[in-house]
T-cell receptor, first 112, second 109 residues
Framework: NAGVTQTPKFQVLKTGQSMTLQCAQD?????MYWYRQDPGMGLRLIYY???????DKGEVPNGYNVSRLNKREFSLRLESAAPSQTSVYFC???????????FGSGTRLTVV | DAKTTQPPSMDCAEGRAANLPCNHS???????VYWYRQIHSQGPQYIIH???NNETNEMASLIITEDRKSSTLILPHATLRDTAVYYC??????????FGTGTRLTVIP
């Protein structure tokens, strides 16, 4: 049982390049989330998907787009990467509100 | 969502109970208290959550005061593997966990 799987684990981008971070969960969870964590700070919500077919902005959505491809997969896209987007990105899922979240192991992104 | 206040760091001797406090004085009646931890740079790990009653599971106990303005996470017998940053979070059903900067717990041999 893999839980939440994120790919890639590491990525270096040049300013202006685009990329998509992939996230998949095998727990049949309804809700999925993307967070970013900057050094020495807590996690901040970028986007979330309460259920298949819906997405909503979180605290820091600018510069990102998301797609809830199906119940299992929730991708995060950077259209034009900027150095300020250098961070560790975590995907999470939960069966529904008021239940614990399961997090992936993170994607470490550096934009130069 | 209510915000939380936690001490930035704490030490605990191996084998002793670790008691991690959290203040959430602006919590509202329908907000749950959650605890997560993050070991090194891994993804956060869910520990426990509660609304008003004390809770216990295989990892920890959660004690919530009667007025719900504060809570304490108790790790009954801390091990070196419990060294981590512990986050106290309150939320509604609004699909967001607000992570502050947490408490860095160091378990000392």
């Amino acid at each position: 049982n893999a839980g939440v799987t994120q790919t890639p684990k590491f990525q270096v981008l040049k300013t202006g390049q685009s990329m998509t971070l992939q996230c998949a969960q095998d727990m049949n969870h309804n809700s999925m989330y993307w967070y970013r964590q900057d050094p020495g700070m807590g996690l901040r919500l970028i986007y979330y998907s309460a259920s298949e077919g819906t997405t909503d902005k979180g605290e820091v959505p600018n510069g990102y787009n998301v797609s809830r491809l199906n119940k299992r997969e929730f991708s995060l896209r950077l259209e034009s990467a900027a150095p300020s987007q250098t961070s560790v990105y975590f995907c999470a899922s939960s069966v529904r509100d008021n239940y614990g979240y399961t997090f992936g192991s993170g994607t470490r992104l550096t934009v130069v | 969502d209510a915000k939380t206040t936690q001490p930035p760091s704490m030490d605990c001797a191996e084998g002793r109970a670790a008691n991690l406090p959290c203040n959430h004085s602006t919590i509202s009646g329908n907000e749950y208290v959650y605890w997560y931890r993050q070991i090194h740079s891994q993804g956060p790990q869910y520990i426990i959550h509660g609304l008003k009653n004390n809770e216990t599971n295989e990892m920890a106990s959660l004690i919530i005061t009667e007025d719900r303005k504060s809570s304490t996470l108790i790790l009954p017998h801390a091990t070196l593997r419990d060294t981590a940053v512990y986050y106290c979070i309150v939320r509604t059903g609004a699909n967001n966990l607000f992570f502050g900067t947490g408490t860095r717990l160091t378990v000392i041999p």
